[in-house]
């Protein structure tokens, strides 16, 4: 049974670049949630998908959006990158959004 | 919003010796979880535990909901053991609110 599953594990962008970034939950599970964790802090939410639809918001700017496919993997996307977006994206999965599983991350350089 | 604080944030140990994680929250919880990030990112799992106490290994928690807090015990350390720790809470609504974390380094 694989874990949550994310791609790509490094990408490096340039300031006012678009990036999308990919999550596949685990197997049964049908909500996912995406952090941002900079350097040296911890994880802090994004955004969470349950049933294609965007449930709950964190303290992001609508630069950061999101989406959920009908086999509930998902995409995370930034616009019009800033040097602060660098940092690991990490998604997390869960049945219900109840114990959340989280994936290896993402690491984003802008530079 | 809820509140999650971390002690020590850093914490130095001999291999073999035994370490208490702290993880304070400032409000009821309805899920509280503790992690283990390895050196390449990645949260491991280690308990899920809204109240109580649980224990995989060397390794327990207990969470005492009324009081507001979490411990995390790990007994004879290994060097595998190193990394940061991290506690998170979900109040209400299921976004994980996470504290800053404390890093654990044994020495050999």
């Known amino acids: 049974d694989a874990g949550v599953t994310q791609s790509p594990t490094h990408l490096i962008k340039t300031r006012g670049q678009q990036v999308t970034l990919r999550c596949s939950p685990k197997?049964?599970?049908?909500?996912v949630s995406w952090y941002q964790q900079a350097l040296g802090q911890g994880p802090q939410f994004i955004f969470q998908?349950?049933?294609?639809?965007?449930?709950q918001r964190g303290n992001f700017p609508d630069r950061f959006s999101g989406h959920q496919f009908p086999n509930y993997s998902s995409e995370l996307n930034v616009n019009a990158l800033l040097l602060g977006d660098s940092a690991l994206y990490l998604c997390?999965?869960?049945?219900?959004?109840?114990?959340?599983?989280f994936g290896a991350g993402t690491r984003l350089s802008v530079l | 919003g809820i509140q999650v604080e971390q002690s020590p944030p850093d914490l130095i140990l001999q291999e073999g010796a035994n370490s208490t994680l702290r993880c304070n929250f400032s409000d009821s919880v309805n899920n509280l979880q503790w992690f283990h990030q390895n050196p390449w990112g990645q949260l491991i799992n280690l308990f899920y535990i809204p109240s109580g106490t649980k224990q995989n290994g060397r390794l327990s928690a207990t969470t005492v909901a009324t009081e507001r807090y979490s411990l995390l015990y790990i007994s004879s350390s290994q060097t595998t053991d190193s990394g940061v720790y991290f506690c998170a809470a979900i109040q209400g609504a299921q976004k994980l609110v996470f504290g800053q974390g404390t890093r654990l380094t044994i020495n050999p």
């Open positions: 997390a999965s869960s049945p219900g959004g109840d114990i959340q599983y």
């Open positions: 998908y349950y049933e294609e639809e965007e449930r």
């Open positions: 197997s049964g599970h049908d909500t």
